[in-house]
């Protein structure tokens, strides 16, 4: 088994490109190529300005001072918990969620989303070596299309013919059923072999129940918390090769 997994996954399409045979490597967004925290932080930051909620929460918007949200955080409720809003403040609580989603899930912020390490340069590899790639989300057309195709093409992420983007048609969409459908039909255009990096392991399990010969690979960023990472997939915390080990088989 070589040592290094994104390293082998380029070797392999290299070698199917050059017998003439298709491969496809398929990439989440959030929490597997972007690190999100420096959108919800942005988000927190913002609500702690608006003049409606410093009159409205006073005491807690003091507390705004103090938070910072970290890669590892899902939501806002640990980052607002460290910056010592941990009480049940009910109506400030209502208020910041619902800002939060309404900003989280909007053009807007994504320009906060920052790459997680080598994340562009290992798709632009895998692109170069001859693979079709697809980024595939559960980040809705209407709210965050025109925001997400903005920002693959500012970091330099391959957006073309063979480097497309899918987005669920709509919001109401649960993310495992519609991944997992787009998988059922992609296996029908005669890859090789298909990649799928995913750090939700609520769709990952589903793909193995699914689409069992798609190769996933586990982003072991952050995670809802509504099913346990899978034990039997290799596991990524960047996408950086030739440094420390990066990946943990079994
Ligand atoms: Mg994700």
Redesign the pocket.
Known sequence: MPHNLLAQIENNIQKLTSQGLKSLVVF?????LFDVSPRLERILMDFAQKEEFILKFPDQIAFFKNIKVLPTDWGIKAALGRAGLQEPFLDFQAEVTAFWQEHFFSNHYLQYDRPIDGAIEFVQSVAQAGADVAYLTGRDVARMGLGSEQILRKWGLPLNEKAQLNLKPHKSMDDAEFKTDWFVDVQNKSYQKIYFF???PVILHRMAEKCPAVECIFLDSTHSGKAHPPENLPRLINFLKNRHPNHLKK
């Not at 989440?28 to 597997?32: F, G, N, P, Q, R």
């Open positions: 989440d967004l959030d929490s597997t995913e750090n939700e």
